[in-house]
């Protein structure tokens, strides 16, 4: 979240007042992969690392590897606009797309796809492929017991006057969520279970990949 409303990018989290809170964490049954193995230990044995709360398999596969703009996104469907889409939903074919445009352009170069880019992506690291993301953080927000949530979100509705609509009771809903809960990741400098290796950056993309910088129409 942020670049929907003209700030620096940040984890998306309803304690900063996104729509949702991002996931990450680390996997119950796969091992770190090698080519992840070095930017999770030094995540893990940094400052911010040695804050977290334990509960989670250290020695397994950590995600996510990289994230993208997902909060707020307007969408078309069978020519109706739909506003407030978000999460991967939203994150996940534009990330594709932008992947697409590197493909594109390799294609013109008479080079082949990309491939599998993670190995690639953590052997350059943040600085070689991406918007470094070090603000926010996917602490779990958790449901009030229901006469509570019941009574706050009546409450919600009768003070800002809301009309019922999805929007709407959205924004109430994230209101009336118990913030309190602690575990979770925050962000950091470099790769995090939060934010991964951050947002990737179209023309760091285009240089690792072997192509030269261009400008994109949109």
């Given at each position: 979240?942020?670049?929907?409303?003209?700030?620096?990018?940040?984890?998306?989290?309803?304690?900063?007042?996104?729509?949702?809170?991002?996931?990450?964490?680390?996997?119950?049954l796969f091992p770190t992969p090698t080519y992840q193995q070095k930017a999770v230990s030094a995540y893990l044995q940094g400052p911010t690392g040695k804050t977290v709360l334990p509960g989670f398999n250290a020695s397994n596969r950590a995600y996510p590897d990289v994230t993208f703009a997902s909060n707020n996104f307007e969408i078309v469907v069978g020519g109706s606009l739909l506003p407030m889409v978000g999460g991967t939903s939203a994150a996940a074919p534009s990330l594709a797309g932008l992947f697409s445009l590197v493909n594109a352009r390799r294609m013109e170069n008479k080079m082949t796809s990309v491939g599998f880019v993670n190995p690639t992506l953590y052997a350059t690291g943040t600085e070689g492929c991406c918007n470094d993301i070090v603000n926010g953080a996917n602490m779990?927000?958790?449901k009030l017991p229901y006469s509570n949530e019941t009574?706050?979100?009546?409450?919600?509705?009768?003070?800002?006057?809301?009309?019922?609509?999805?929007a709407a009771s959205s924004e109430c809903q994230n209101e009336c969520l118990d913030s309190s809960c602690k575990a979770g990741f925050p962000a950091a400098e470099g790769w995090d279970p939060a934010s991964g290796l951050g947002s990737p950056d179209f023309q760091k993309l285009l240089q690792l990949f072997g192509v030269k910088a261009a400008s994109v129409m949109v």
């Open positions: 979240m942020g670049p929907e409303t003209g700030l620096p990018e940040r984890v998306c989290n309803i304690a900063d007042g996104g729509s949702y809170t991002a996931g990450g964490g680390f996997s119950s779990c927000p958790q009574t706050c979100e009546t409450e919600c509705s009768a003070k800002h006057n809301h009309s019922g609509s999805y």
